[in-house]
């Protein structure tokens, strides 16, 4: 099915779709994009249909040692599922094709972005929705959501929902690239991105991934059950407010003299 003719699409179902969304996330600060999408795909119960082979596009620099055996080298996974919308009229929603990815790939980004979309539009596909993370630097307990699109009626369709516009950005790895990419094939593009702070590095932001998903439910009429998502949301505010309280505390530990051990010079400045 793949148009690529050297990069093979490992496809165990071909679905019946009807004009089809592609939604796609890997991994970043914050987890957002994937943390976000992830939760997609298991409200929606999608179904797994296709993947991609790793070997072009990752390069191992490591072994997993299990019980003191050297393993084979694993590789990130990068996997397709689809989602059919359901009712009719106004209330079916789209169709869906989901990719999730492990990891960004190392190497050859380009093709790896293009025969994911070649999949995508030998079913149809027309409109790419990506997510990520927009940094800034305090902590919202209601991170707000920035859009990027690839033409100007989809940002002005966007900031009917009370999207925050921030004008000039990046978007890093494949969740800005593979949007590019879609506008050079005239398919239409979407990023959301969740505000969350520069300092979080690692940790998960699943505020973000709330804040995003509640955007799309709007736009795509897909209505999921939030639940779950909102109590790990509050858990994680419990959590970063430990981080940026502990972080205080540290400074000011650091950086700060009591007045009784002040010596006569660095009182006088």
């Known amino acids: 099915m793949t148009k690529h003719p050297q990069i093979m699409i490992n496809i165990y179902k071909e679905p019946k779709l009807t004009k089809p969304i592609?939604?796609?996330?890997?991994?970043?600060?914050?987890?957002?994009?994937?943390?976000?999408?992830?939760?997609?795909?298991?409200?929606?119960?999608?179904?797994?249909?296709?993947?991609i082979d790793p070997l072009p596009f990752f390069e191992p620099n490591g072994v997993i040692i299990e019980d003191n055996?050297?393993?084979?080298?694993?590789?990130?996974?990068?996997?397709?599922?689809?989602?059919?919308?359901k009712g009719r009229g106004k209330a079916k929603g789209n169709d869906l094709i989901i990719l999730l990815g492990e990891a960004q790939p190392t190497s050859k980004t380009h093709d790896f972005a293009n025969i994911i979309l070649d999949l995508a539009q030998s079913f149809g596909v027309r409109q790419v929705y990506t997510f990520a993370a927009a940094l800034i630097q305090n902590f919202a307990e209601k991170p707000r959501v920035w859009p990027a699109a690839t033409d100007m009626d989809l940002i002005r369709e966007l900031e009917s929902y009370g999207l925050v516009l921030k004008n000039d950005f990046y978007v890093a790895g494949m969740n800005g690239l593979l949007l590019s990419i879609a506008k050079e094939r005239n398919m239409k593009g979407i990023c959301l991105l969740g505000e969350t702070p520069?300092?979080?590095?690692?940790?998960?932001n699943p505020l973000a991934s709330q804040s995003i998903l509640e955007v799309l439910n709007k736009i795509l009429r897909i209505e999921i059950d939030m639940t779950e998502l909102e109590i790990m949301g509050q858990q994680a505010y419990k959590e970063i407010e430990k981080v940026i309280h502990e972080g205080r505390r540290d400074f000011i530990d650091r950086f700060t003299?009591?007045?009784?051990?002040?010596?006569?010079e660095e009182d006088k400045g």
């Open 198 to 204: 520069r300092y979080l590095g690692e940790m998960g």
């Open 257 to 264: 003299v009591p007045l009784w051990e002040r010596t006569e």
């Open 69 to 85: 055996l050297i393993q084979h080298p694993k590789f990130p996974q990068n996997k397709f599922y689809y989602h059919k919308g």
């Open 22 to 51: 592609l939604i796609a996330a890997w991994p970043g600060i914050g987890n957002v994009a994937l943390g976000a999408v992830s939760y997609l795909k298991e409200k929606l119960q999608a179904k797994e249909f296709a993947e």
